[in-house]
């Protein structure tokens, strides 16, 4: 997915987080030239009021509890060490932490060059938290952060299940007849 927007700074080194596959993941580029040209689907403070309070930095992440929400929704675990070193390289996060248990349910983060290009990954929300609009709110943001940098380019790789989540957000499949590729060092058949 490709939208056009902008990027923030790197994260704390303190961060770790464990993430398990369930499943491989079939990936569809997507992308969008519009900037965010419309009012947010909720508010800060209709989040806070809700009992959330949407975080834009590491500071309070606790990644173990955040690792429970990328296995609940088949995110792969990852070695802590090496998702630390990939927070620290994060440009731009946004995550919503649940204030009664202080514990994330919703996460976003973007990396990019901080000029042209940024790709937005880890879009997830606890599923006893989905279907209340905190993933449409964290994605808002960080579609905000990044256009609001003069990012021109902003892409994301998602499950064709959920292509229909990002179309309102300003995302659209293949523009301008634009084909994706990923590297795969999957085994050839012969």
């Not at 929400?69 to 620290?88: N, S, T």
């Not at 946004?94 to 290009?117: C, I, L, P, Y």
């Not at 064709?160 to 499949?173: K, N």
């Amino acid at each position: 997915m490709l939208l056009r927007g902008n990027i923030s700074a790197p994260l704390s080194p303190s961060l770790q987080l464990n993430l398990k596959t369930r499943t491989p993941h079939r990936n569809i580029t997507v992308s969008s030239r519009s900037s965010l040209d419309y009012p947010l689907s909720i508010s800060d403070e209709a989040l806070e009021s809700r009992g959330f309070i949407l975080r834009r930095t590491a500071e309070g992440l606790n990644l173990e509890a955040l690792n429970k929400v990328f296995v609940a929704v088949g995110f792969p675990r990852r070695d802590p060490e090496k998702i630390r070193v990939a927070l620290e390289h994060t440009d731009s996060m946004v995550w919503v932490e649940q204030r009664k248990s202080q514990k994330a349910v919703a996460f976003a983060r973007a990396t990019g060059d901080g000029v042209f290009n940024a790709i937005i990954w880890d879009v997830v929300v606890d599923p006893s938290f989905q279907g209340i609009g905190l993933g449409k709110a964290v994605v808002e943001r960080l579609i905000e952060d990044l256009v609001g940098r003069g990012i021109s380019n902003i892409a994301l790789y998602s499950e064709p299940r959920v292509l229909g989540f990002y179309r309102p957000l300003g995302f659209v499949s293949d523009p301008d007849g634009i084909r994706g590729m990923v590297y795969s060092r999957k085994q050839k058949r012969k």
